[in-house]
């Protein structure tokens, strides 16, 4: 049997931090891909998909969207099983479709050929979460939104391991963290993963985007499907040695080279870099706002100061020079700088 674990849609988000007319325009791209992930998961003859919370951004959607969802959902052959999460939970859907299953407060259960689908909405998952131990002859899929950890707490949306440890739960489907990092062990049996969201909604999530297709067989083949439309890139570019704005540019343009100007990318400017070159970050962020769908330059550099010229000076930046001699190379341009900025009278976020 085929599953697709999805989560984290967000559909009808804001997404704030885009132009308008961009912002618009991604709203449709998201729901194009919750769509396409449907259609998707019929050419591969899945048989069940898990949405494992925040299909959409809120508990109120616009009819229209609502609409658009449930037909996509309804024209899917997959089974389709739906767990709220902290942004959906309490969504009214208008009709539910023959293949739609949406758990409610209690624990429910569904068996399909030889898996076991089990899940509870948002609301359900805290400490107090009580699963009982599933039948250890059938594949067993866990459908929960909300964040795993290793201890114990009784506050709303967290899962302690020790709660879905040793109950034979082969696959734990989770939502809510955008990301999907590695697998968190359950025990000796299974996993507990998170799909990430199927698109990044912005700077925050960058990186490859897409869900997990699951295969029984000889335990649980899972491969991660890349699907996004769009992907953010962040690239950390060090600056230290460039001396002017054009070599900045030309630094900024190299470092983005070769990526799709549909996609996003954040530069995020390191070390330390003059004056003048600093001057120019804003005008290059316009730039690269008009050559890719979004774009982002983050200066975490240092101005570029030549600290060895206050050496014999008499002054409290002087002293400042000659008591750092004593600091590591790297820590002490750091040091000196922010001691700098703070003596020109900068008001310092450090
Ligand atoms: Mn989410």
Redesign the pocket.
Known sequence: MKILHTA?N?LGAPLIGLSPQAAKERKEELLDTFLRTLRFADEQGVDAVFLCG?LFDDAHPSPTLLRQVVEGIAACRAQVFYVT?N?DNGVVFPFAPDNFHRFDKGLKSYRLGEITVTGADYDFVHGGLKLPKMDENTYNFLLLHGDIRQSFSTAKGQIDLSQVAQKNIDYLAL??I?DAPAPIRLDGRGVARYSGAPEGHGFDECGKKGFWLIETGQGLRQTFVPFALRTYHEIDLAVTGIKDGHELESAVAKAVEGLPQTDGVKVRLKGSVSAEAKARIEGLQRRLQEAFFAAKVVDDSLPDIDFSAYEKDKTIKGQLVRLAAQLPEGERAQILSIAFRALSGEDLDV
Do not use: L, P, T
Request: aromatic letters at 0%.
């Open positions: 984290d967000h925040d999460g942004h939502g809510h955008h």
